[in-house]
């Protein structure tokens, strides 16, 4: 009953051209789980020279045929395609593809780098039973007559959590693990009970008749789907459907590692959001949606970005407020004060001081912001770990100086949706998420953050030195 009722099908659009130990290896997995499934794309020559070569998805399992003259298994099912069908950046193509080989009525989608426990398994009646199709209507959500079977909006998505088990490998691993779980919890936790949760490519169960008959599990388009997944739970969204959130099933996951890593997916991300901000999408949520769900969706999803600009933004004015100061301060006379009253002979002085406490205070924000940004990821902690794995977690990272870091990595992530919406050029990025082992030279590092960084910190740093020496 278990194999008739779940399936397990893996989109992989390069298994025709394996090589020799790449298929040995899909062989193994075929003979030890023979009710594995694997959807490809299958590439026939053009039958007349110069034409485009014909395109299948075939899809094989462990109780396909072997064929010994070729070394592969003939495929159960093989539908021809009208033509490639990866048009945009890769993924949500696999995707699309291999929709069509799935049975049943709900989806759960898994990524490469994600994980399971054989216990959460035990949890899949629970879930289903999140999507609230006990009783099912036999009218027609579109004829004239039964609305009220429909009133209340289906259940689209059910969001589960995840469990970074990268964040136990270097500091940097702690730090995408530490952002990933306060987002993929704690805020998703938040927005789902708010009604402003979307997709976000986790584990997340999907109504799979309500999405691929509403346009399907993502959207494909190269460049401007780039967050795809995200994508589908505005789809959702935008037609009716409800998204809820669980906390008592959960998957593994696995994050970057290194520095150019985890600066790179903060780069894919910066670019993927400012796609998304002159998507139509967004526009009709952004007029449609009522206030309160507005300011949901507004400060959960574009408003954090927009939020980072602004403060880079912020602390450029800041700086340049300090250099004019300290200008002023080489250009007029300051007034002294002895007890709190006027030195004599002091005509025509400035008084200063309450700039310099305002300077004061803003540094002090400053700082206090720094702080707070770290407040979810420990309440998190405190939530779930305990006090004292709490404050142990918020000291490692602090002691690393991880806020030096998520300034660096803020900047690039401003960066890229500023270039990104001014000029283009949105790209998938591939990380790898592979082990941080190799040391990076000065040149490339140099080369590749000098542009949004590292020039523009020197910038910072010649105004302050200039108003700091000026106040001495």
Same mark, same amino acid.
């Given at each position: 009953?278990?194999?008739?009722?779940?399936?397990?099908?893996?989109?992989?659009?390069?298994?025709?051209?394996?090589?020799?130990?790449?298929?040995? %290896?899909?062989?193994?997995?075929?003979?030890?789980?023979?009710?594995?499934?694997?959807?490809?794309? *299958?590439?026939?020559?053009?039958?007349?020279?110069? $034409?485009?070569?014909?395109?299948?998805?075939?899809?094989?399992?462990?109780?396909?045929?072997?064929?010994?003259?070729?070394?592969?298994?003939?495929?159960?099912?093989?539908?021809?395609?009208?033509?490639?069908?990866?048009? $945009? *950046?890769? @993924?949500?193509?696999?995707?699309?593809?291999?929709?069509?080989?799935?049975?049943?009525?709900?989806?759960?989608?898994?990524?490469?780098?994600?994980?399971?426990?054989?216990?959460?398994?035990?949890?899949?009646?629970?879930?289903?039973?999140?999507?609230?199709?006990?009783?099912?209507?036999?009218?027609?959500?579109?004829?004239?007559?039964?609305? @009220?079977?429909?009133?209340?909006?289906? +259940?689209?998505?059910?969001?589960?959590?995840?469990?970074?088990?990268?964040?136990?490998?270097?500091?940097?691993?702690?730090?995408?693990?530490?952002?990933?779980?306060?987002? $993929?919890?704690?805020?998703?936790?938040?927005?789902?009970?708010?009604?402003?949760?979307?997709?976000?490519?986790?584990? *997340?169960?999907?109504?799979?008749?309500?999405?691929?008959?509403?346009?399907?599990?993502?959207?494909?388009?190269?460049?401007?789907?780039?967050?795809? *997944?995200?994508?589908?739970?505005?789809?959702?969204?935008? !037609?009716?459907?409800?998204?809820?959130?669980?906390?008592?099933?959960?998957?593994?996951?696995?994050?970057?590692?290194?520095? #150019?890593?985890?600066?790179?997916?903060?780069? @894919?991300?910066?670019?993927?959001?400012?796609?998304?901000?002159?998507? !139509?999408?967004?526009?009709?949520? #952004?007029?449609?949606?009522?206030?309160?769900?507005?300011?949901?969706?507004?400060?959960?999803?574009?408003?954090?970005?927009?939020? %980072?600009?602004?403060?880079?933004?912020?602390?450029?004015?800041?700086? /340049?407020?300090?250099?004019?100061?300290?200008?002023?301060?080489?250009? +007029?006379?300051?007034?002294?004060?002895? %007890?709190?009253?006027?030195?004599?002979?002091?005509?025509?002085?400035?008084?200063?001081?309450?700039?310099?406490?305002?300077?004061?205070?803003?540094?002090?924000?400053?700082?206090?912001?720094?702080?707070?940004?770290?407040?979810?990821?420990?309440?998190?902690?405190?939530?779930?770990?305990?006090?004292?794995?709490? +404050?142990?977690?918020?000291?490692?990272?602090?002691?690393?100086?991880?806020?030096?870091?998520?300034?660096?990595?803020?900047?690039?992530?401003?960066?890229? /949706?500023?270039?990104?919406?001014?000029? #283009?050029?949105?790209?998938?990025?591939?990380?790898?998420?592979?082990?941080?082992?190799?040391?990076?030279?000065?040149?490339?590092?140099?080369?590749?953050?000098?542009?949004? /960084?590292? +020039?523009?910190?020197?910038?910072?740093?010649?105004?302050?030195?200039?108003?700091?020496?000026?106040?001495?």
């Amino acid at each position: 009953m278990a194999r008739r009722k779940f399936k397990f099908v893996v989109s992989m659009q390069r298994y025709s051209k394996f090589n020799k130990e790449e298929q040995e %290896n899909a062989e193994f997995l075929l003979r030890a789980y023979p009710d594995l499934q694997i959807a490809y794309l *299958d590439e026939e020559p053009a039958k007349k020279d110069g $034409g485009e070569p014909r395109l299948f998805s075939a899809l094989i399992d462990g109780h396909s045929e072997f064929v010994p003259e070729t070394g592969r298994r003939r495929p159960k099912f093989r539908i021809e395609l009208p033509g490639n069908p990866i048009l $945009g *950046d890769g @993924k949500s193509d696999n995707q699309n593809h291999a929709i069509i080989f799935y049975r049943g009525e709900y989806l759960q989608l898994i990524d490469a780098n994600q994980d399971n426990y054989l216990e959460e398994c035990l949890k899949i009646r629970n879930i289903l039973g999140e999507f609230e199709d006990f009783h099912m209507s036999n009218q027609s959500p579109y004829a004239q007559w039964g609305h @009220k079977d429909f009133q209340k909006s289906p +259940v689209a998505i059910v969001g589960a959590r995840e469990y970074i088990f990268s964040e136990n490998i270097g500091i940097l691993g702690d730090v995408a693990a530490g952002k990933e779980q306060t987002f $993929g919890t704690l805020t998703a936790r938040s927005l789902a009970w708010i009604g402003g949760k979307l997709h976000y490519g986790h584990p *997340d169960f999907l109504n799979a008749t309500f999405m691929t008959t509403r346009g399907g599990v993502s959207k494909a388009q190269k460049g401007l789907h780039l967050n795809e *997944d995200i994508f589908a739970g505005m789809n959702a969204f935008g !037609r009716g459907g409800r998204i809820k959130h669980t906390e008592y099933f959960q998957c593994g996951k696995g994050r970057d590692l290194g520095f #150019g890593t985890v600066l790179n997916f903060q780069t @894919k991300l910066g670019n993927g959001m400012a796609e998304q901000m002159l998507s !139509r999408e967004y526009y009709y949520l #952004g007029t449609q949606l009522p206030v309160d769900r507005f300011l949901t969706f507004y400060y959960g999803h574009p408003g954090f970005h927009l939020n %980072n600009i602004l403060v880079i933004f912020s602390v450029q004015v800041f700086i /340049i407020s300090l250099l004019f100061l300290g200008t002023l301060m080489e250009s +007029v006379p300051i007034c002294n004060y002895i %007890n709190g009253q006027l030195s004599p002979n002091q005509n025509g002085c400035y008084n200063l001081f309450p700039v310099f406490d305002w300077i004061k205070r803003c540094m002090i924000s400053i700082f206090l912001v720094f702080m707070i940004a770290f407040l979810p990821l420990f309440i998190q902690e405190l939530t779930e770990r305990g006090a004292g794995r709490a +404050v142990l977690r918020l000291a490692k990272h602090f002691l690393s100086l991880s806020p030096m870091f998520e300034v660096f990595a803020t900047q690039i992530q401003s960066n890229s /949706i500023l270039v990104n919406m001014s000029f #283009g050029g949105a790209r998938y990025i591939a990380t790898g998420r592979g082990f941080a082992t190799t040391r990076i030279s000065f040149s490339i590092l140099y080369s590749r953050f000098a542009g949004p /960084i590292l +020039v523009l910190g020197l910038y910072h740093r010649l105004p302050r030195i200039f108003a700091l020496d000026v106040t001495r």
